[in-house]
């Protein structure tokens, strides 16, 4: 039985606070020039075909490459998280980056919270953190 959605985004923001937090802060707003806000931007992805896909491989196997968010441009790496963190962390991460910081209301009324199974799947198909890059630059999301 799949856990609700508001029990993996608390897990996600435990995730989130160990992990994710000492680059994109706390507060979901990076920092300029260095790392990219989460706030506003994720709803980018899961608002476009398989935006929602290219969300998970960031968090499997990092971003590499210039990007522009929130009207900022970034030129770092992000490193893949797929090696330390299981299916389930990855989805509870994810839906919390989903949810928190107003995300929430800017989803697409069809979004559906991540599940482990799905990040599993997603787990199968290998990619380097440039080939995200590549992948993320076909949705349109500002590079």
């Keep these: 039985m799949p856990t609700a959605p508001a029990a993996f985004a608390q897990a996600g923001k435990t995730v989130y606070a160990a992990h994710c937090a000492a680059c994109h802060q ?3 707003a990076g920092l300029a020039g260095a790392f990219p806000p989460l ?3 994720v709803p ?4 476009r075909v398989f935006g929602r896909t290219v969300l998970a491989d960031v968090l499997l196997y990092g971003l590499k490459g210039k990007i522009v968010a929130d009207g900022k441009s970034y030129n ?7 090696g330390q963190l ?16 107003g995300n929430g209301q800017a989803e697409p009324s069809e ?3 991540y599940q482990p199974p799905e990040i599993k799947a997603e787990r199968a198909t290998t990619m380097t953190a440039q080939e995200v890059w590549q992948a993320r630059a076909k949705l349109s999301l500002g590079h």
């Design 111 to 113: 979004f559906k919270p």
């Design 26 to 28: 706390a507060n979901g």
């Design 44 to 47: 980018g992805y899961t608002a």
């Design 76 to 82: 770092g790496v992000m490193p893949a998280w797929g």
């Design 86 to 101: 299981s299916d389930r962390q990855i989805a509870e991460v994810l839906d919390y980056v989903t949810t928190a910081w």
């Design 39 to 41: 706030v506003k931007s």
